[in-house]
């Protein structure tokens, strides 16, 4: 239940767990339920969570739609931060707004791209900020790189930085970048994270990455929502004196929350929370680490266009991309997107992404046509309630394709909700890897499960 008081709204979530938000800054006037809804998750250290709307992640959406915000964020950074405003920005807006003429845009802001006299390094945090976090990169022209945190350990790689994410499900992030002097410039460093709650995850990468490169002085963090309090928000100004460095914050919503209790859980829900404790703690140490001992390199393509062929998409960024090779894999996306359209079959199709492999699939999804939606799996638990008036009604739980002995959930698809479904994985050892979600899945009577391995048809 969500009780509206002026700028202030009060969410009732569940079992006496109440969000109190008072909004600071709207600057294009969305209604909030436009952007989030609430729920419970299963998590000791916060027991609430914000279930984005426009990400892709835990809910279906538009596949234009997590893009384009992207775009708008983009637009907000480069306002904000170098007093430049968009002329684009009304029709950007008015199409998330309206989930109008939103390929439009899209396709605009591709064949326009933001230009900046100065180079800029994007880092998006895994795993529900890769998408997002690439989406604003691919906003800018030449002078713009990406790369991803992962939750992943690479055994055959070393990560250039490590840092913590304290209150999350999996805290240990790694950056691995193959260029070795992909952090030596001194361009600034715009981080991109779908929300912010403390703000304490940018704390520890800004901190890391000024302990390890000097020579960074400037950063941006940047969110679809800021909920900092005003202690953490001098925190951010701390930082700034300690380090001597710069740190700007852009957000499309900005403003605080108060939670009143943490929730006094029915005897069912406390039942589901220890079970899951139990059950997971194989995949739950302190270290948190996925350990891929397989990985034999990084698919690369050459000049003469030999493909290369191993577990890992270098179009992820999770190892790094310049313009250039973004404009490269894009051409490739389109070829791949071409071949999953000649195979659909049906007129409601859901396309679903794996773990922090989200933006090649929400790519690929947004050029299959009309009637498409895309979601993502995640190792992030969430209460499920089968009540109309919760956010997560349905939940899927089964063994990553990618990642054996971790487990992942899927939410909120419905019977008969669509009559195709495709999945596209970037690696997985065996079909059996993927048999665990296929089977539940089947259970919702989709007519069609096609799953496409990313590696098969890039390579």
């Known amino acids: 239940m969500v009780e509206t008081i002026a700028s202030k709204e009060i969410y009732h979530i569940m079992d006496g767990l109440t969000v109190e938000v008072n909004v600071l800054q709207n600057p294009y006037q969305f209604e909030l339920s436009q952007l989030f809804q609430m729920a419970t998750r299963i998590n000791k250290r916060r027991s609430f969570l914000f279930v984005s709307k426009v990400l892709g992640k835990h ?20 306002e904000l931060v170098h007093g430049v405003k968009d002329p684009r920005m009304p029709s950007v807006v008015h199409a998330l707004q309206t989930k109008s003429r939103l390929s439009e845009v899209l396709a605009d802001i591709e064949h326009r791209p933001i230009l900046l006299d100065q180079p800029l390094t994007v880092m998006g945090f895994a795993e529900t900020a890769t998408a997002l976090g690439h989406a604003v990169f691919s906003a800018f022209g030449e ?43 001194d361009s600034e460093v715009v981080l991109v994270d779908d929300e912010i709650t403390t703000g304490k995850t940018a704390i ?31 925190r951010y100004e701390q930082l700034e004196e300690e380090l001597n460095i710069t740190i700007h914050t852009v957000a499309l919503l900005d403003g605080m929350i108060t939670v009143s209790r943490e929730p006094v859980l ?65 051409n ?17 199709t859901l396309v679903i992404g794996t773990g922090e492999f989200m933006y090649v699939p929400m790519k690929i999804a947004a050029q299959l046509g009309e009637g498409v939606f895309f979601q993502s799996t995640t190792r992030s638990p969430i209460y499920q309630r089968d009540i109309e008036s919760y956010t997560i ?19 909120n698809i419905k019977p008969n909700q669509y009559d195709e479904l ?35 048809i890039c390579s």
């Open 393 to 411: 009604q349905q939940k899927f739980t089964f063994d990553s394709p990618e990642n054996t002995g971790t487990t992942n959930f899927l939410y």
């Open 143 to 185: 002078q713009a790189k990406y790369i991803h945190t992962t939750r992943e350990q690479i055994q055959e790689l070393t990560s250039v930085i490590n840092f913590e994410e304290e209150h999350s499900h999996a805290t240990s992030h790694r950056v691995y970048a193959l260029d070795s002097a992909f952090f030596d410039d």
């Open 266 to 330: 029915s005897k069912e829900n406390q039942s589901i929370y220890s079970s899951y404790l139990e059950s997971t703690t194989s995949f739950l140490p302190s270290d948190n680490d996925v350990k891929t001992s397989e990985i034999k390199g990084i698919t690369s393509i050459s000049t003469d266009g030999t493909v290369n062929r191993s577990p890992y998409l270098l179009a992820t960024g999770r190892f790094g991309l310049t313009r250039a090779e973004e404009s490269l894999y894009s």
């Open 204 to 234: 520890n990468i800004i901190r890391t990455m000024k302990e390890q490169y000097p020579q960074k002085t400037r950063f941006t963090v940047v969110s679809i929502l800021d909920w900092r309090s005003q202690e953490h928000r001098e």
């Open 332 to 348: 490739e996306l389109k070829a791949v997107a071409e071949y999953v359209k000649k195979q659909r079959k049906g007129s409601r």
């Open 59 to 78: 809910l279906a959406v538009d596949p234009n739609i997590p893009l384009v915000v992207g775009k708008l964020l983009a637009m907000r950074y480069v």
């Open 422 to 456: 495709i999945i596209l994985v970037e690696r997985m050892h065996s079909e059996d890897d993927i048999r665990s979600l296929v089977e539940e899945l089947k259970r919702m009577n989709i007519t069609t499960i096609t799953v496409v391995m990313m590696t098969d």
